[in-house]
C-alpha cells in the first residue's frame, strides 16, 4: 500500500485506553481525543490509531460495548470526509472483529503493517507481544486469543462479562504506570530490540509502536528510527509525518 502526501500529514497515535480508568475521566479524554481530530482534519492525508484505543472491547455476535459513541462518530466522519483511517487492535481491545469495517468502512488490523508513505517505508503496528521478553503476556495472549475460550467468553451475559474484563483490565498496565515502567529502559526496551532485529533483514524507515506507554523516537541501525507513540492518558503524544520527515508531538487543547 502506498500513500501520497499531496501537500498534507499523516498522523499515529495510540492508547488512548477509552473507558478507563473511569467514566468520567474517560469523557473527559474523549473529548480531548475529538478536538484533536477535529485540529487535524483539514491536512490529514490518513490517520493511524495503533492499539489500546479502548481499554476493553468485545463484539458479541449481536452486542457491542456501550460508550464512546462520540469518538465512534468523529472517526466515521472523518472516513466519510474520504480520509483514510488505519485502526489496529491493541492487547486491550484485541476482541474487534468487522463493526468497524462494516459500519464505518474503517479496516481493523490485528498485526504490523508495512506501508509507503511517500516513499519511506513503515512498520506499523501495537507492538504487544513482540520482541524478546513479556513471557507472561505472550502466554496470556494464547489464552485470549484462544476461538475456544472466546466462545465461551460470548455467552456469559454482557453485563457480567464486561465488568469482569474491567476489572481484569484495571489490574493490568494502565495502573502499573509507574511502576517502573515510566522510565526508559535501554538495551531491556523489547520493541527497540525487535526493531534492531528486524532491521537486520528488511530496511525500513520508521518503526511505529505504541504498547509502551512511553514516546520514544530512537535510532535503528544506520538509517531508521524506533518511534513509540506514548499514550492519552496522561502524556496525550502523537507522530506526525510530512515534508520534513517525521516527529513526536503533544496535543495542548
Ligand atoms: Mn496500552
Not at 480508568?21 to 474523549?30: N, T, V
Not at 466515521?76 to 462494516?102: A, C, E, V
Not at 465488568?163 to 517502573?180: E, Y
Not at 520534513?244 to 508531538?249: D, S
Request: aromatic residues 16%; glycine residues 8%.
Amino acid at each position: 500500500m502506498n500513500i501520497q502526501l499531496n501537500q498534507k500529514k499523516v498522523f499515529f497515535a495510540s492508547d488512548f485506553h477509552l473507558g478507563a480508568p473511569d467514566e468520567k475521566s474517560s469523557r473527559q479524554r474523549e473529548e480531548k481525543i475529538i478536538q484533536w481530530l477535529s485540529s487535524i482534519e483539514d491536512h490529514a492525508a490518513a490517520i493511524f490509531l495503533v492499539g489500546d484505543i479502548f481499554d476493553f472491547w468485545f463484539e458479541y455476535d449481536k452486542v457491542i460495548p456501550k460508550g464512546f459513541v462520540k469518538f465512534i462518530s468523529k472517526i466515521s466522519n472523518l472516513r466519510d470526509q474520504g480520509i483514510p483511517i488505519f485502526f489496529f487492535t491493541g492487547n486491550h481491545d484485541l476482541w474487534m472483529k468487522d463493526y468497524f469495517s462494516q459500519e464505518l468502512g474503517i479496516p481493523v488490523f490485528h498485526q504490523p503493517i508495512e506501508i509507503t508513505i511517500e516513499n519511506k517505508h513503515f512498520l506499523i503496528g501495537h507492538g504487544d507481544g513482540l520482541g524478546p521478553g513479556d513471557q507472561t503476556y505472550k502466554l496470556l495472549k494464547k489464552l485470549f486469543t484462544n476461538p475456544f475460550c472466546q466462545w465461551l467468553f460470548k455467552w456469559l451475559h454482557p453485563d457480567i462479562g464486561i465488568r469482569i474484563a474491567h476489572r481484569w483490565s484495571s489490574n493490568s498496565r494502565l495502573t502499573n504506570m509507574g511502576k517502573n515502567e515510566d522510565h526508559f529502559k535501554g538495551d531491556d526496551e523489547w520493541l527497540w530490540a525487535y526493531c534492531k532485529q528486524i532491521d537486520q533483514s528488511k530496511a525500513f524507515d520508521y518503526f511505529i509502536f505504541g504498547h509502551r506507554h512511553l514516546p520514544l523516537d530512537l535510532p535503528v541501525g544506520e538509517k531508521s528510527r524506533y518511534i513509540n507513540l506514548g499514550e492519552w492518558v496522561s502524556q496525550f503524544t502523537y507522530a506526525v509525518f510530512d515534508n520534513e520527515g517525521l516527529k513526536l508531538k503533544k496535543f495542548e487543547a
